[in-house]
């Protein structure tokens, strides 16, 4: 994405266009300034909703408070020909509202481009829904590979920090069965992060399912496993001392990535570890800069 004032308007109207009712009304400049109606067979969702799934429990609890109250806030909808309008905010109020037997619901209309329908969908889902910690890093990677965002944009975009952004795009390098476990919930995120360095972390994963492992018990398997190769290997493991470890952590925290230092007798090496081209790239930058 190289024009940077759409960027710049979707950074200051984002907050009104998915905030509360009042503000819907002033961020929606384009079509109709209040909201409308439509009936419910008008609308199709959003092909590129980050989320994809809906908990059965969560969507019950809401399709008994809209039978009850009705749906309070308006979806955010635009015009894809004829009757048709896709959501771009507030598909599962739409999916609810059908569950509860509603004819029509409340809607903005909003004349957005597929470009701003994807860029809204990713980031509205990311600010206020409950995304799990895969599809969150999906709707980052998506909006990288369509838009070319950085990191750094997403960062000052999504008002999230950037050491959070990589970590969670980290993830994306777990293998399909335990990224699988973290979307069912089985799996916290935190736990799956610390399976990142393992050999074999479907292994470890399963532990986690079987024994109910901690992350910080995960993470002392990664350790211990460390100290095991270094053992068979040709070099000894040597134990790394607090300073070194606090300058590890401090690195790994600034970039979101994992760093290791080895030192000894003046002379050592950093190592960051990346897994995609645009992590190496951020990289680049930040050591030109």
């Known amino acids: 994405m190289t024009d940077e004032a759409p960027r710049s308007r979707l950074g200051r109207g984002l907050a009104a266009l998915i905030g509360d009712a009042k503000s819907d009304l002033v961020a929606v400049d384009r079509g109709p300034r209040l909201p409308r109606r439509l009936p419910v067979s008008f ?28 749906v309070v ?19 599962r109020r739409w999916r609810a509202a059908q ?49 070319h965002y950085t990191q750094d944009e997403l960062a000052a975009v999504i008002g999230k920090s950037r050491p959070h952004i990589a970590n969670t795009m980290r993830l994306l390098g777990l293998p399909d069965e335990v990224q699988a476990y973290v979307i069912d919930g089985r799996i916290t995120a935190g736990q799956a992060r610390a399976l990142l360095t393992l050999p074999d972390p479907v292994a470890v ?56 230092i080895n030192h000894r007798k003046g002379r050592g090496e950093v190592r960051i570890q990346y897994t995609n081209l645009e992590q190496l790239d951020d990289i680049c930058r930040r050591l030109r800069s």
Request: aromatic letters at 2%; zero cysteines.
């Open 99 to 147: 569950k509860a037997g509603l004819h029509d619901v409340p809607v903005l209309v909003r004349d957005a481009t597929d470009k701003e329908s994807l860029e809204l969908a990713i980031i509205e889902n990311v600010q206020r829904a409950d995304l799990d910690a895969i599809e969150e890093a999906r709707g980052y990677q998506q909006l990288i590979d369509t838009y």
């Open 205 to 260: 994963a399963q532990r986690i399912l079987a024994e109910g492992l901690t992350a910080r018990e995960v993470e002392a398997i990664g350790a211990e496993a460390g100290v095991r190769q270094g053992r068979s290997g040709k070099k000894t493991t040597r134990q790394k001392d607090a300073d070194t470890r606090a300058l590890e952590k401090g690195l790994s925290d600034l970039l979101g990535l994992e760093v290791s």
């Open 43 to 70: 609308l199709r969702a959003n092909p590129h909703n980050p989320r994809k799934k809906f908990s059965d429990d969560a969507l019950a609890d809401l399709t008994a408070s809209i039978r009850e109250k009705g």
């Open 73 to 91: 806030q308006p979806l955010i909808v635009r015009p894809v020909g004829g009757d048709s309008y896709e959501i771009i905010a507030g598909e």
